[in-house]
């Protein structure tokens, strides 16, 4: 609890260089707002910025989450211009009542504390891999509801222009096949055992993989 209350408590920016198959792919950012407030109770956002893409085809995403202090999301919203593609929506979560009110006025029905994609990442930080190999979690988003299970895949040395970092290999699990961002494809996410920074992400796609190096820490 208390590395919980240390990482999340400062602001922080994570900065990576993306790459799709051979190339450059531009720069995704994770990025922390630290200890805040969101009508008037106190709460975390976090961003996960995408600005980049492949010739022909630009990619422009921004994602938010606001959680409460347990990690538990309160607004999750996506902003997306991926080539031809154009999106905006939000998903507002109760979790005392279990309910899911999207911003076309659709509402689910969801375990209580499920977790949104964003939120996910930043909970898969707080977790001891060395303790225990898999953790299970209710999620919802895109009206989809399942338990999404990060596991242990391995360990792994790991190098990247921040330096060099010992790794846990961990991969969020979906009955679906997707990965938990919506991608057709599965994903892993290498974690400093020592920080618990994300350094290296890739993420199966349909043409290829796409990779993200940690390039620097703010």
Not at 113 to 128: E, I, N, Q
């Amino acid at each position: 609890m208390t590395f919980l209350v240390l990482f999340l408590s400062r602001p922080e920016t994570l900065v990576y260089e993306a790459k799709f198959g051979p190339f450059k792919a531009g720069k995704l950012f994770l990025i922390s707002s630290g200890r805040t407030e969101w009508k008037g109770k106190p709460a975390y956002r976090f961003y996960l910025i995408a600005d980049g893409g492949v010739p022909f085809y630009r990619i422009n995403d921004t994602i938010l989450s606001i959680t409460d202090t347990l990690l538990r999301p309160l607004l999750y919203k996506k902003v997306q211009h991926e080539g031809n593609y154009h999106f905006w929506g939000w998903i507002a979560y109760d979790h005392r009542n279990g309910k899911a009110l999207y911003s076309d006025g659709t509402r689910m029905d969801i375990p209580p504390g499920s977790l949104d994609p964003l939120t996910l990442v930043y909970v898969a930080r707080t977790l001891d891999f060395d303790e225990r190999k898999e953790y299970s979690f209710p999620y919802h988003v895109d009206r989809i509801t399942e338990t999404v299970r990060v596991r242990l895949v391995g360990t792994e040395r790991v190098r990247t222009p921040m330096g060099e970092y010992d790794c846990w290999v961990i991969e969020p699990v979906m009955k679906s096949g997707r990965n938990v961002f919506g991608g057709k494809g599965g994903m892993k996410i290498w974690l400093d055992r020592r920080s618990r920074i994300p350094v290296k992400v890739e993420a199966k796609m349909v043409f290829g993989n796409a990779v993200g190096y940690l390039v620097d820490r703010r």
